[in-house]
Each structure stands twice: as structure tokens, then as C-alpha cells.
């Protein structure tokens, strides 16, 4: 009996390192999972371009070629800068999206789309501060728009800042009262905190709204696996993923409770931290 539960301790720890590594590389992002943990400006705070050349598929890749042509043409066009670089953040291609979407703001320094643009790629990239005060310029307290505050949130728990990110994450669900991925925002900081009852309420509220995405789920089961309750984070886990994705995730847990080893050792990458993936 000892043994188990010196299992499960060694698992909780694992967790919660893997789970806050994940979040922190990823940019937190909430239901974007901390999206983008998590979470991430989208349409409403991230304005689209109107420029849609034809025979542009859904393919990220494709589109990076044909919205880099278009930008190639005439850097100074801000609907191509600003589709350029969504598409190569779409391809993880980080680094270069941030150096495009830069010069943009450069070019059109009042552009709030592309200020937008510029600061959820810093944060891609781990640039809390500099997302934060570049995102602080996207929008304005007459006109606050929810998502970058939830973005913005994110960035001040990068930075440790968690207190500061809550009163951002008040702010958001002011102007949208129980939006997910808001939620997930705020229960993910109070899980970097090691709160976990908090989180776990917090994030239960996400996911009893009809509008929460798949990644809302997986913070949730995260959360209550991290509280030891894996049998729950399991059935959350297999509600959520394919078979194949939710047996990986679960054959994974049971075999970390059974390890006589440090769960560290020869860790698989089919991870317990993918339940909590940025978009």
C-alpha cells in the first residue's frame, strides 16, 4: 500500500511538472489550452484579412506559400502581412512569424489587428513582457476587447505575475460571463499556483459550458488527475480523444502508477502533458 502511494506521489510530481513545463512552453492559451494553456486570440480578436487568393486550401503549409507570395509582392500590405504570419504560426513556424508580423507593425504602427497579430506571436514565442505591452496596444480601456485580455492573462502568468493575470481574466468574463476558454484560462493559472480545488471548480464551470472545446476537457481531467482522482481524468480523457489517442493517454497513466522507478526515467513522449496543448 505504501509502495502505491509512493507511486501516485511520484506521478502527481510528474504531472505537475510535465503540465506546468506544457503550459509555460506553450503560452498557456486556456481553452486554446493554455491555449492556446489553452489559449489564443481568434477571430474576434485577431482580425482576419480579406485577402483570400484562390485555390487557397485549408492546408497550413499551402496557405504559408500562397500568402507568402502575396506578401513577397508588397511587404507593406498589412491584410498579407497579417495572413502571412497567422499562416506560419499555424505551421509552428514562430520566430519568422514574429520578425513578419514586426515589420508590419512598423509600417502600420496604428494597426490594432496587427498589433494583435505581433503580440500573440511574441507570446508563441515566450516573450511574455513584450506580448503583453505590444497586446496592451491592440486595444483600448473604452474598447477592451476580451480576448487579448485573456491572452494578456496569460502573459502575467508567465511572468508569475498570477495575482495581476486573474484581475485580466476578471475583466474578460465581465465583457463574456462564462466563456470557456476564459475559464480555462484562470483554472490553469490557479493550477500554476498549485491550487488545484480552485482550478478543478473553475474549470468544471468551463466545461458545463456548451461552447467548451476539446482542450477545455483535457484541462479538466488534467487538473483532477493531478489530485489523484485518475480513474475520473481517465473517463474525462476517453470522452475526449479517439480511442487511439485516449488509449495511448490512459495506458500511460497506469503504467506510471505501476513504475517502481522514478517516472522520469525513460518517459515515453506519448504525454500526459499532450491533455494540455496549445493550438
Not at 7 to 20: D, I
Not at 94 to 108: P, S
Request: aromatic share 6%.
Amino acid at each position: 500500500m505504501r509502495r502505491q502511494s509512493s507511486h501516485t506521489g511520484h506521478l502527481a510530481r510528474y504531472l505537475a511538472s510535465a503540465a506546468l513545463t506544457a503550459l509555460l512552453a506553450a503560452g498557456l492559451g486556456g481553452c486554446q489550452t493554455m491555449s492556446d494553456v489553452t489559449g489564443a486570440i481568434t477571430s474576434g480578436g485577431e482580425a482576419k484579412s480579406d485577402f483570400k487568393p484562390e485555390a487557397v486550401p485549408d492546408d497550413p503549409r499551402r496557405a504559408v506559400e500562397a500568402y507568402g507570395d502575396r506578401y513577397r509582392a508588397n511587404p507593406k500590405d498589412a491584410d498579407a502581412a497579417l495572413a502571412y504570419g497567422q499562416a506560419l504560426r499555424a505551421t509552428g513556424q514562430r520566430a519568422q512569424a514574429a520578425a513578419v508580423l514586426e515589420q508590419a507593425t512598423i509600417a502600420h504602427p496604428g494597426n490594432k489587428a496587427l498589433l494583435a497579430g505581433y503580440g500573440r506571436a511574441l507570446a508563441d514565442n515566450g516573450n511574455s513582457q513584450a506580448a503583453f505591452d505590444v497586446l496592451s496596444r491592440a486595444h483600448s480601456p473604452d474598447n477592451p476587447d476580451w480576448r487579448i485580455l485573456s491572452v494578456q492573462g496569460t502573459a502575467l502568468d508567465k511572468l508569475g505575475k498570477h495575482e495581476e493575470a486573474r484581475r485580466y481574466y476578471a475583466s474578460a468574463l465581465r465583457i463574456v460571463p462564462d466563456e470557456p476558454s476564459v475559464l480555462s484560462n484562470l483554472g490553469l493559472s490557479y493550477m500554476l499556483t498549485r491550487d488545484l480545488p480552485k482550478a478543478e471548480e473553475t474549470l468544471r464551470r468551463a466545461y458545463a459550458n456548451a461552447r467548451a472545446d476539446a482542450r477545455v476537457r483535457q484541462n479538466l481531467a488534467l487538473v483532477v488527475g493531478l489530485q489523484g482522482r485518475f480513474a475520473e481524468a481517465e473517463t474525462i480523457v476517453k470522452a475526449d480523444l479517439p480511442a487511439d489517442e485516449a488509449a495511448a493517454n490512459v495506458g500511460y497513466l497506469k503504467e506510471m502508477l505501476n513504475r517502481k522507478d522514478n517516472p522520469r526515467t525513460g518517459a515515453r513522449t506519448v504525454p500526459v502533458a499532450a491533455l494540455s496543448q496549445s493550438d
